[in-house]
């Protein structure tokens, strides 16, 4: 026993040199902490006003078909404006356009909470004001992304992309149950007014960032001609192409899953709002301890392979969850879809950030968003599914149909699993 008292402060101080030292690691660098701190602040209030407005749909309308369409609403500028989006990263001063998104968020929110506390909220409204907050996501994700490469380099980028991850899939735990906790309380009105505030302090935080012009000059061409060369620029290389091929698919067919979420609970499951915001949150839950697990390694030596296997573990999560019928297995199930979440999230940004050059990194980017964009078509397609033969039933087509596209990808373009290890 009294080896062991005299061995504790030692594995404490080993302990602690690895969290910080090498987990953290990112955090060393100056900045880094406003844009991690506002990326939760930022992904806790889309997910809370996501499921907020989500519920209140599903309590209003009783429709899974409605509900799938706050989703749709949310992703249809990635599909729409994400080559645009990509390119304004390398135009334009990336922390101007990080400081704008927060303020047009705040006014969109702000709007939309005024309309639900004055019973005036109607289903075109959300048509209107949740396709504006989309349209801040689709100029937030490049810019950021990009600015961080700028800020950290190629050296620490995984470190810094997984702590991003971190946040955010902290994020994806708090804003779900905080959602499903305050709308009995304050209803939607008082949890969007909330939410305006939230992004009034993440524009705080990121006044205290430096200015952030592209590092290269982009060319002054029209901007047609640009975004042809962005897209003629990720074909050429295969291991972009590699990634927007499954980010697509995941998009269509596996991540449409979250707007059902809501559905399954309360219809299924037969919970309330907490229980199923709990829920929702557990898929929060595992990728944000994976995340944390990718951020803790010194380097992940095989990125391709990693992006594939949470890709496939998330489309195989979901089929499972789609014939549960128990609370807890859901939940478990949920967290494991997580889980391989993150490997897919982490890695996709990753390669992309690592294979493109410095002039073409946000219109690299910019076709990632326009692979996500996809998001919104499945979003469409479950929703009509759930409408259509009930929503566990479309959860088990389009997820088996997801596993089946990624193999098919596999088998006709291996390079990103042989060359992702390269990188």
Request: charged letters at 10%; glycine letters at 10%.
């Amino acid at each position: 026993m009294h080896r062991l008292r005299r061995m504790n402060p030692h594995r404490a101080a080993r302990a602690r040199s690895l969290i910080t030292g090498q987990t953290l690691r990112a955090f060393s660098t100056p900045g880094f902490w406003r844009i991690w701190t506002g990326s939760m602040v930022w992904y806790s209030a889309r997910w809370m006003d996501l499921f907020v407005l989500q519920w209140q749909v599903l309590v209003t309308t009783d429709s899974a078909l409605q509900v799938a369409l706050v989703g749709f609403y949310r992703m249809l500028p990635m599909f729409v404006l994400g080559l645009f989006t990509g390119l304004i990263a390398d135009r334009f001063d990336r922390r101007t356009v990080l400081l704008f998104a927060q303020l047009w968020n705040a006014a969109a929110s702000a709007s939309l909470g005024i309309l639900a506390l004055t019973d005036r909220l109607a289903l075109w409204h959300l048509a209107i004001l949740v396709t504006a907050l989309g349209f801040a996501w689709a100029l937030d994700m490049p810019s950021r992304r990009s600015y961080i490469y700028d800020m950290i380099g190629p050296r620490r980028v995984v470190n810094a992309m997984a702590l991003d991850r971190v946040g955010m899939d902290g994020a994806k735990m708090l804003g779900p149950a905080l959602g499903g906790l305050l709308w009995p309380v304050i209803g939607t009105g008082g949890c969007l007014l909330l939410l305006a505030i939230g992004y009034m302090v993440n524009f705080y935080l990121y006044l205290g960032v430096p200015p952030a012009p592209p590092a290269r000059a982009t060319s002054p061409g029209p901007v047609m001609r640009n975004l042809a060369e962005g897209v003629a620029y990720a074909f050429r290389n295969p291991v972009i192409l590699g990634v927007l091929a499954i980010t697509a698919v995941m998009n269509l067919l596996g991540f449409p899953y979250q707007q059902l979420a809501p559905v399954m609970g309360k219809q299924i499951l037969e919970l309330g709002p907490q229980l199923t915001g709990l829920l929702v949150s557990a898929d929060g839950l595992g990728a944000f301890a994976s995340s944390l697990l990718i951020a803790s390694r010194r380097d992940v030596r095989y990125k391709g392979r990693l992006f594939v296997i949470g890709s496939v573990l998330l489309m195989a999560a979901v089929l499972a969850f789609s014939i549960s019928r128990q609370y807890l297995l859901s939940f478990a199930l949920f967290a494991l879809a997580g889980a391989g979440l993150a490997g897919f999230a982490t890695m996709q940004a990753t390669l992309i950030l690592t294979s493109a050059s410095d002039a073409m990194r946000g219109r690299a980017m910019g076709a990632l968003m326009l692979a996500i964009g996809f998001g919104p078509l499945g979003t469409l397609l479950i929703g009509v599914l759930a409408s259509a033969v009930g929503a566990p039933v479309a959860l088990t087509l389009t997820a088996g149909a997801g596993l089946l596209l990624l193999v098919a990808i596999l088998s006709k373009a291996p390079t990103l699993w042989r060359l992702g290890a390269a990188l």
